[in-house]
RNA sequence: GGCGACGUGGCCAAGUGGUAAGGCAGUGGACUGCAAAUCCACCAUUCACCAGUUCGACUCUGGUCGUCGCCUCCA
């Protein structure tokens, strides 16, 4: 039984859909104005695994994950500037030039983690009636006010708003560095619609005039647009939870009158020397110069070595033992092959069943992935003791399968070297049967000097029992 | 100031009221022509600190110290 933790009643709890067998996720997505970084990068890669793992359980899952290409502001006065605005001034282009070139690099990134897409990535200037018709029933239900072309949600009207981050009381004044806009009758109330100024490039006409949505409103709007007006899962960035998370839910239950969200999901931070990353700090690492240094895999699996609601201290030591980790289950997948289906021995069997056992009940345990990647090592050692004595292509098949199932369908690790294919494996395949070659004939500095030369070319050499080698290429 | 999270071996990281998973690194051994890979063995009497509850706590309660996040856009 999966049971998850939900940020709005702090403690984990069974999952169960509202209508089985199907499940609707909404996970708030990046504003697309520059290049994800590792941050980003944790957050998709715990919500794809999320998804992975409901749909192994055989639910019916619609996710949605937005793409913001407007409406957010530099700071919370009304003087801030559009951050696609901004970089497209930068760039020298047109904010939805911005939008496009950093939604292909966002998509580019997460299918090189290894991120499934969601169903749906609605973009939030493409529905702006939506956004449109929400503001007008708030204003119905007394919940909204217009003060000159600016439009605030009322917060007085919703009770229950600072429920989910524990700020409850309107005494958020002190300390904080909140510019209010003086136009608000309480500093705690937020946009829903603002007014355009002048040079401001995205904006629409509405009934109050023109303008651009406030920065909340989308993701509701969104999501109840293609989820329905109670949605099960809600995920997004700890950071998000207060103020973003709970202005959602003001307007959407206000709006509706219906619970928003069942589950509340949020993810921890990716820090550096234990400080956030993040774009205020400039200390982000970019996932396109990870990948120049690493293989996309040994991110991933490093992200799913900490568990999704624990920081991840962002180090090249990390790293590196991800990679090496990585290549263990890369070996072992390597030496099971692609054999034929069969009867597999009751010991394989055994193993077999006891790994996703407790892989399972790792996973049950609010994803934890730390755990699941345990079961996972403990099969790998068992699994190559097991290649040592005699093991039929049945019993290979069966422990390849819940390779394949456990750690590439679930933890979406491809453990199969794609990149090696055609005509380079046949090359492997040549040198590896000179190297036996040599050796067998006792020409060992030849065997070596060619297993020099192929480490220094990025090959690494395996002689095998039998005589013959093995030559892949590193990760 | 308010809200919240966390503190486990050299590093990373799980965990249960009954006596510490796993990975990396390290050491010794088997195997090997030598390596690598693989396997075996070793590697925290101890879970920030101090009290308390309990037959028994790392796990529950209270306190102390420390670190971090949010309160402004941010995954």
């Known amino acids: 039984m999966l049971s998850l933790y939900n940020t709005m009643t702090r403690q984990k709890q069974e999952f169960t859909p509202l209508d089985p067998p199907f499940v609707g996720v909404y996970v708030c997505g990046p504003t697309v104005y520059g290049h994800s970084h590792l941050g980003h990068g944790k957050s998709y890669v715990s919500f794809d695994v999320l998804l992975r793992y409901l749909r192994y359980l055989d639910y019916k899952v619609r996710y949605v994950q937005n793409i913001t290409d407007v409406g957010h502001l530099t700071d919370d006065a009304d003087s801030g500037e559009d951050k696609l605005q901004k970089q497209a001034k930068l760039e020298k282009l047109e904010p939805m030039e911005i ?133 099960d899962i809600h995920g997004g960035g700890l950071e998000n939870s207060f103020p973003h998370h709970e202005c959602e839910i003001a307007q959407s239950t206000a709006a509706t009158g219906k619970e928003f969200v069942r589950y509340w999901m949020h993810n921890n931070m990716v820090t550096v020397d234990g400080r956030k990353m993040g774009k205020s700090l400039g200390n982000f690492t970019l996932l396109r110069d990870l990948f120049q240094r690493w293989d996309p895999m040994v991110v ?43 009867a597999p021995a009751r010991a394989v069997l055994e193993l077999v069943r006891e790994t996703e056992k407790d892989f399972r009940k790792s996973m049950d345990d609010d994803l934890n992935t730390p755990g699941a990647l345990a079961a996972l090592f403990e099969f790998v050692r068992a699994g190559n003791i097991l290649l040592e004595g005699n093991t039929s292509e049945a019993d290979k098949q069966c422990m390849a399968v819940l390779l394949d199932r456990l750690a590439t369908e679930v933890l979406g690790v491809e453990l199969t070297s794609e990149s090696s294919g055609g005509s380079s494996e046949d090359l492997c395949r040549i040198l590896g049967g000179l190297r036996g070659y040599l050796r067998k004939n006792r020409l060992f500095q030849e065997a070596d000097k060619l297993r020099d030369d192929l480490a220094e070319a990025g090959f690494s050499v395996r002689d095998l029992p039998g005589g013959v080698s093995e030559v892949t290429p590193d990760i």
Request: hydrophobic share 35%.
């Open 99 to 231: 939008a496009e070139k950093y939604t292909a690099s966002y998509f580019h990134d997460m299918d090189t983690l290894g991120n499934l897409r969601p169903d749906i990535s609605p973009r939030a200037t493409g529905h702006i009636p939506e956004q449109i018709e929400l503001i007008k029933t708030l204003f119905e239900k007394g919940h909204a006010y217009q003060a000159g072309g600016n439009v605030y949600f009322d917060v007085s009207s919703f009770p229950d708003y600072g429920k989910l981050s524990g700020r409850i009381g309107d005494d958020q004044k002190s300390g904080t560095r909140v510019c209010v806009a003086d136009d608000k009758r309480d500093p705690r109330d937020f946009a829903l619609w603002l007014e355009a100024s002048r040079d401001h490039i995205l904006k629409w006409n509405s009934p109050w005039g023109w303008g651009y949505p406030g920065w909340h409103l989308e993701c509701s709007a969104m999501a109840m647009r293609y989820l329905g007006e109670t949605i």
């Open 300 to 342: 991933r699996l490093y992200i799913l070595r900490s568990h999704y609601r624990s920081p991840l201290d962002f180090s090249d030591e990390g790293l590196a033992g991800a990679k090496s980790g990585l290549e263990r289950l890369l070996s072992l997948r390597s030496r099971l092959g692609d054999p034929e289906a069969g």
